[in-house]
């Protein structure tokens, strides 16, 4: 009855920590712009970080050859030439982390010109490291239960 | 019975071999032109030769980064030259003479040197001499100091410069405006009953009736594609490569002694009234046609049909008035 009433406790646990919201009081969307200066073969900044919800600006300024920006999993994209700031302007409404890279073959090592979106705080981190503590503990209870129901935790979690 | 079906397998294989052959061997004869950044080589070939009236097809491709090709002073849409692909463009020329081909994307702080030409030879009806620029008809020293000795305290507009306009002894024609500079109307001005306010705002109405809202467009265009990487996009001389050509100066100066010790200035700042107050169209015209004044200031005669650098000047001008939308 014990090792039952523990199992489901458990499941409840890793259910709370897996689904329920984070942040209490949502932060409310604001615009925000970001001057992003692009050269053979990196962004400046090329980390960037936005709340869901936000109107996003991103000016691209080149100040060697043509660069691109395209980001990953919005599936937009804009071109620079150096003299003409390009803009890209969209809602980031997706969360996540995403990368965004050069779209424009700028030279030798243009496949690795990217840099790194993040749209809200990395909720599955935290909610990871939770469920990897209820599965420690579950194995810690377990121990002291019959053999048969050792099984049925591991698989779920 | 044998022959003829040899025979119509032979006729089969070489009508195969014509059909798949002939447009191959034409498109390999087709010359590819390589880009590739100043630094590295710029155009190979870039001499191309062609015929008045015949077609000429070329096939372009990069090595390194986006380039672009368009031939200079031709109606022609500029095509982009990727690396890893090949373009195909056909050209037909109807004057005959030597035209400058060149770099439409900008690839680096040497991409207007990226200059090729294209020879056209044979025989053409129209023989219409070409005619000297404005600045050497003038006889105007595009190298000498032009700034004007008074700037305005506010920026010139042309819509209350319009009202006084009436009643001016001065003209206002395109002749007239092409070979003064805003001061000199300024100055002209002075034994009128007007204030120095009002007489700047007369120079401003004067400059926003020899242009339209079409020629400042396209000379804002043109402004974008070709200038603005080294003069800024705000005018203020302080383009992506304004630092970077500062530098080249730099050391250019270090190295360079005696005779050949040369100054190398920063890109013009537009924004800067003493400069803009002082220059005429005319000397502007000078100014990018030719280049140098020991910057890094490209030719651009060669390239820019005339029109369009009236309508690149007409721009500039837009930094230092206010024009009525």
């Known amino acids: 009855m014990h090792s039952r009433f523990f199992l489901l406790i458990l499941i409840i646990a890793g259910l709370v920590v897996a689904f329920v919201p984070l942040s209490f009081r949502p932060i409310a969307p604001q615009e925000r712009t970001f001057r992003i200066g692009a050269r053979q073969f990196a962004y400046s900044p090329s980390e960037l970080k936005v709340n869901p919800g936000d109107k996003v600006t991103i000016q691209l300024v080149s100040t060697d050859v043509v660069h691109g920006l395209y980001i990953d999993g919005y599936d937009i994209s804009i071109e620079a030439d150096p003299g003409q700031t390009a803009a890209l302007n969209f809602f980031a409404d997706k969360p996540g982390s995403f990368r965004f890279r050069c779209n424009v073959t700028c030279g030798a090592m243009h496949p690795f010109m990217i840099g790194k979106l993040t749209v809200g705080s990395n909720q599955w981190l935290y909610r990871s490291i939770g469920l990897s503590i209820i599965a420690a503990i579950s194995l810690f209870f377990i121990r002291s239960t019959r053999p048969s129901d050792r099984q049925l935790p591991i698989t779920i979690y | 019975m044998k022959r003829l079906e040899l025979l119509s397998r032979i006729l089969i294989t070489l009508a195969i071999v014509g059909a798949v052959g002939t447009p191959l061997y034409f498109w390999s004869r087709t010359p590819l032109i390589h880009a590739r950044i100043a630094e590295n080589g710029g155009w190979t070939p ?105 700037i305005p305290v506010q920026k010139p507009s042309a819509l209350r410069g319009q009202s006084f306009s009436t009643q001016l002894p001065i003209t206002n024609s395109t002749n007239y405006y092409r070979a003064n500079s805003p001061y000199q109307v300024f100055d002209e001005l002075s034994n009128t009953s007007l204030t120095e306010t009002e007489r700047w705002d007369v120079a401003a109405y004067l400059w926003q009736s020899n242009t339209t809202a079409e020629s400042l467009a396209n000379g804002q265009r043109l402004y974008a594609q070709n200038c603005a990487a080294c003069h800024g996009e705000n005018g203020a001389g302080d383009g992506v490569f304004a630092d970077d050509l500062t530098a080249l100066g730099a050391t250019l100066q270090r190295s360079m002694t005696g005779d050949n010790k040369m100054t190398m200035q920063t890109p013009a700042d537009f924004t800067d009234p003493k400069r803009m107050m002082g220059a005429s169209p005319a000397l502007l015209q000078g100014k990018i046609l030719r280049g140098g004044m020991g910057t890094g200031m490209p030719m651009w005669g060669s390239i820019f049909t005339e029109e369009q650098i009236w309508d690149l000047i007409a721009y500039l001008y837009s930094f230092q008035f206010e024009y009525q939308k």
């Open chain 2, 46 to 150: 870039d001499v191309i030769r062609a015929n008045v009236g015949e077609p000429l097809h070329l096939k372009l491709t990069s090595d390194d980064v986006v380039h672009g090709f368009a031939v200079g002073q031709m109606d022609m849409q500029s095509v982009d030259v990727l690396p890893g692909k090949v373009t195909d463009l056909t050209l037909i020329f109807d004057k005959p003479g030597i035209y400058t081909f060149y770099c439409t994307r900008w690839c680096g702080l040497n991409h207007w040197r990226m200059r090729g030409t294209i020879e056209v030879g044979g025989s053409s009806s129209d023989t219409q001499p070409a005619s000297a620029p404005l600045y050497v008809t003038l006889k105007i020293n595009i190298d000498a100091p032009h700034n004007a000795p008074t």
